[in-house]
């Protein structure tokens, strides 16, 4: 079959990369793609909310399977544009509807979802320009530090911890009336704390049944020992070590099944992947967020893990079958570190020639904000390349990352120099 996979970065170049590896896989395309998935693939210059323009490229090339990657196109309702479009509603798209989107396009949606579910989170309440005054009053009652969330999309950069109440409150005005988010903070949700550690669980569902795919932890500050800014993520680890199986089992019995029971009890229909944000608090797991795709860079060590044909598992999803596809894993420990360009997550420049991809022989370099232009690959983002390698323990696979990155080199390159530190 045909497929399209949508998005630019390390996470559809993960997915290009596995989907590749399926007999069940004629044609590839990826829509925009980078310099990563242009040597696997087709790449489409499409933008991921062009919704018209996808159409017509799925018609062209007898798509058959479309795999939405970031969280825009499926926020803004790129499956029910399928659903709704008589020539193109055949096609299988991997990706909840519109209506599901919410639980990453609202924090405020995704807060009530789980506290009418009984599941496991911070105590919040939300507050807009008109009432901005009650969110001062409401900090107030609050111990630091103090939580503050833009409600909609902001690129990862929406969350804000601060330690001091008079800046919480001053933040707090910024996002609201000074719109410091845009669009994206016009309603914020203030949270209590929760001190623990962080893991990622990712669970497939067809809407009846779901499967859960490895742990991952990632590290989303700027610099070393979990200091400076927020990022998209500078590196990620699979599986995570101190997820027993008595502390996964609660996972999944508090967390995952009421989850996907709450998605139908509230006839929101799904088809995709569901990335739980969670915090081990002692020995309880709590949900921090929900998003409606794969993370950034955890899928750059989830799938390389997954032993599984995924395009299997993608026609299962779409079928309703999911409950008859057995998920196999890897045993060994996956790591992956992002590098990134100088001055992210701030003004960075970009096109800067990467050398020496050609010389990575023991792990994997995904692409991510890279593209080819005149036979060079060059930087266009952020966050340009991750480098993944497999190991016994993730001590030996985070070794071989960071002895592949030596023989890599662009200008003013930055990367964590401690992904798995705090293991």
């Known amino acids: 079959m045909n497929i399209l996979i949508i998005g630019s970065g390390g996470r559809e170049h993960t997915f290009a990369w596995k989907v590749k590896q399926s007999t069940r896989c004629t044609g590839l395309f990826v829509a925009p793609g980078n310099s990563g998935t242009e040597a696997i693939a087709t790449n489409l210059n499409i933008a991921v909310t062009d919704f018209e323009a996808i159409k017509n490229a799925v018609i062209q090339n007898n798509i058959e399977l479309?795999?939405?990657?970031?969280?825009?196109?499926?926020?803004?309702?790129?499956?029910?544009?399928?659903?709704?479009?008589?020539?193109?509603?055949?096609?299988?798209?991997?990706?909840?509807?519109?209506?599901?989107?919410?639980?990453?396009?609202?924090?405020?949606?995704?807060?009530?979802?789980?506290?009418?579910?009984?599941?496991?989170?911070?105590?919040?309440?939300?507050?807009?320009?008109?009432?901005?005054?009650?969110?001062?009053?409401?900090?107030?009652?609050?111990?630091?530090?103090?939580?503050?969330?833009?409600?909609?999309?902001?690129?990862?950069?929406g969350v804000l911890i601060l330690n001091d109440l008079e800046e919480a409150k001053s933040e707090l005005k910024s996002m609201l009336v000074d719109a410091k988010f845009g669009e994206a903070s016009t309603k914020v949700v203030i949270e209590?704390?929760?001190?623990?550690?962080?893991?990622?669980?990712?669970?497939?569902?067809?809407?009846?049944?779901?499967?859960?795919?490895?742990t991952a932890k990632d590290y989303k500050r700027i610099g070393e020992g979990d200091t400076g800014l927020n990022t998209g993520g500078m590196g990620a680890i699979s599986p995570v070590p101190f997820a027993t199986k008595a502390f996964l089992d609660r996972i999944e019995n508090e967390v995952v099944k009421p989850t996907v029971e709450g998605l139908k009890k509230d006839n929101l229909p799904y088809v995709?992947?569901?990335?739980?944000?969670?915090?081990?608090?002692?020995?309880?797991?709590?949900?921090?967020?929900?998003?409606?795709?794969?993370?950034?860079?955890?899928?750059?060590?989830?799938?390389?893990?997954?032993?599984?044909?995924?395009?299997?598992?993608?026609?299962?999803?779409?079928?309703?079958?999911?409950?008859?596809?057995?998920?196999?894993?890897?045993?060994?420990?996956?790591?992956?570190?992002?590098?990134?360009?100088?001055?992210?997550?701030?003004?960075?420049?970009?096109?800067?020639?990467?050398?020496?991809?050609?010389?990575?022989?023991?792990?994997?370099?995904?692409?991510?904000?890279?593209?080819?232009?005149?036979?060079?690959?060059?930087?266009?983002?952020g966050r340009v390349m991750a480098i993944t390698s497999y190991g016994n323990t993730y001590q030996e696979a985070i070794k071989k990352s960071y002895q592949s990155i030596e023989r890599l080199h662009f200008d003013k390159m930055n990367y964590r120099k401690d992904i798995g530190f705090d293991l």
Do not use: W
């Open 66 to 157: 479309v795999v939405v990657g970031p969280e825009d196109p499926l926020v803004q309702g790129i499956h029910d544009f399928f659903l709704q479009d008589e020539e193109i509603k055949h096609v299988a798209v991997i990706g909840p509807q519109k209506a599901a989107a919410e639980l990453e396009g609202s924090k405020e949606f995704a807060k009530e979802f789980m506290m009418r579910h009984n599941i496991p989170t911070a105590a919040y309440e939300s507050f807009t320009k008109e009432n901005v005054e009650d969110g001062y009053k409401f900090l107030e009652t609050l111990k630091p530090p103090y939580v503050l969330k833009a409600d909609g999309l902001a690129a990862g950069k």
């Open 192 to 214: 209590e704390f929760l001190d623990g550690i962080e893991l990622s669980c990712f669970v497939l569902t067809d809407g009846k049944d779901y499967k859960i795919l490895p």
């Open 272 to 381: 995709g992947f569901i990335f739980i944000g969670l915090i081990k608090v002692g020995d309880d797991p709590k949900v921090i967020e929900y998003n409606v795709r794969m993370g950034d860079p955890e899928t750059e060590v989830v799938l390389p893990r997954l032993k599984t044909d995924l395009v299997e598992v993608f026609q299962a999803m779409a079928n309703q079958t999911l409950s008859e596809v057995s998920i196999n894993i890897d045993e060994r420990a996956a790591t992956t570190v992002m590098l990134v360009s100088g001055g992210y997550p701030e003004t960075y420049e970009k096109g800067k020639e990467i050398i020496g991809v050609e010389k990575i022989t023991d792990s994997i370099a995904f692409h991510a904000g890279a593209i080819e232009k005149d036979g060079k690959v060059i930087t266009s983002g």
